[in-house]
């Protein structure tokens, strides 16, 4: 757990001082989506290309 504090404080004062909260939020969430893919990658939860054109096109409908 101590290793996700550090992540997220080392985000926080990454940021400019005049950041919003919803900047900050949004720089958070998005180094969870970057590690969570990481992840997926990591333990081979993908699908080809074809696949996610497919996916994409039946949500488009």
């Known amino acids: 757990m101590?290793?996700?504090k550090e992540a997220m404080t080392k985000i926080i004062r990454e940021q400019p001082?005049?950041?919003s909260y919803e900047e900050i939020?949004?720089?958070?969430?998005?180094e969870?989506?970057?590690e969570r893919g990481l992840e997926d990658?990591?333990?081979?939860?993908?699908?080809s290309d074809?696949?996610?054109?497919?996916r994409?096109?039946?949500w488009q409908k």
């Open 2 to 4: 101590v290793a996700v």
């Open 17 to 19: 001082e005049d950041a």
């Open 32 to 34: 969870r989506m970057i």
């Open 25 to 30: 939020m949004r720089e958070l969430a998005f």
């Open 41 to 47: 990658s990591r333990n081979g939860r993908m699908c």
């Open 50 to 54: 074809a696949e996610m054109g497919h």
């Open 56 to 58: 994409i096109r039946s």
